[in-house]
């Protein structure tokens, strides 16, 4: 069964930071993966999909990594604003969508 | 607004009751799925329909749980005699395409089983 694991669980920066959460899988045979947000209560919002052909995605301030033979992937933000704070998943996708238990960050005005 | 509706928002019951909820997905996405997520927890994959069609059914979905999608639209997900341990945040999300695509998720259904 897939595994997925997201390191840290919390993260706490100060604004204007740049920061990278962690995403690890143990099937390498995944399609594709993708990266979410979700804030308190609230359902599910698409950042980026990266396809298994491809290693990276950007979009505006965000950039996420897919590295397959090592089973990680990372999502890099750049200039963290205080409007980024929420959780963010990550989900591997073969059969069906597997998630991440999710990083909750804060970005501290 | 064109994105996945979900009604109700909310649903407080008292165990042993029964309840439904319902997913619009956005209008041509053929693909919709239900997830649980229970505090802290990503979500977990309950089913999904391919048009009317239920194609799977994870273990997670017991006997208490169904779920239909009668013309291909709209789909509800019933829960039989309540349980507590039902009590989690119920997610519908949708896609055009197969398993490789974005699926786009709407707010959820909060159910909280007394």
């Known amino acids: 069964k897939q595994e997925v694991t997201q390191i840290p669980a919390a993260l706490s920066v100060p604004e204007g930071e740049n920061l990278v959460l962690n995403c690890s899988f143990t099937?390498?045979?995944?399609?594709?993966l993708q990266w979410f947000r979700q804030d308190p209560g609230k359902g599910l919002t698409s950042l980026l999909l990266i396809q298994s052909s491809q290693r990276e995605q950007t979009s505006g301030r965000l950039n996420a990594s897919l590295d397959k033979s090592s089973g990680r992937s990372t999502l890099y933000i750049a200039a963290s604003q205080p409007g980024d704070s929420a959780t963010y998943l990550c989900?591997?996708?073969?059969?069906?969508?597997?998630f991440g238990t999710g990083t909750s960050l804060t970005v501290i005005p | 607004d064109t994105g996945v509706s979900q009604n109700p928002r909310h649903k407080i019951t008292k165990r042993g009751q029964n309840v439904t909820f319902r997913c619009d997905p956005i209008?041509?996405?053929?693909?919709l799925y239900w997830y649980r997520q229970t505090l802290g927890q990503g979500p977990e994959f309950l089913t999904y329909f391919q048009n009317e069609a239920q194609l799977e059914k994870s273990r997670l979905l017991s006997d208490r749980f169904s779920a239909e999608r009668p013309k291909g639209s709209f789909s509800t997900l019933e829960i039989q005699r309540t349980e507590q341990g039902d009590s989690a945040m119920y997610l519908c999300?949708?896609?055009?395409?197969?398993?490789?695509?974005?699926?786009?998720f709407g707010p959820g259904t909060r159910l909280t089983v007394l």
């Open positions: 999300a949708s896609s055009q395409g197969g398993i490789l695509v974005e699926q786009f």
């Open positions: 209008s041509e996405h053929n693909r």
């Open positions: 099937d390498s045979a995944i399609y594709n």
């Open positions: 989900a591997v996708i073969r059969n069906q969508f597997y």
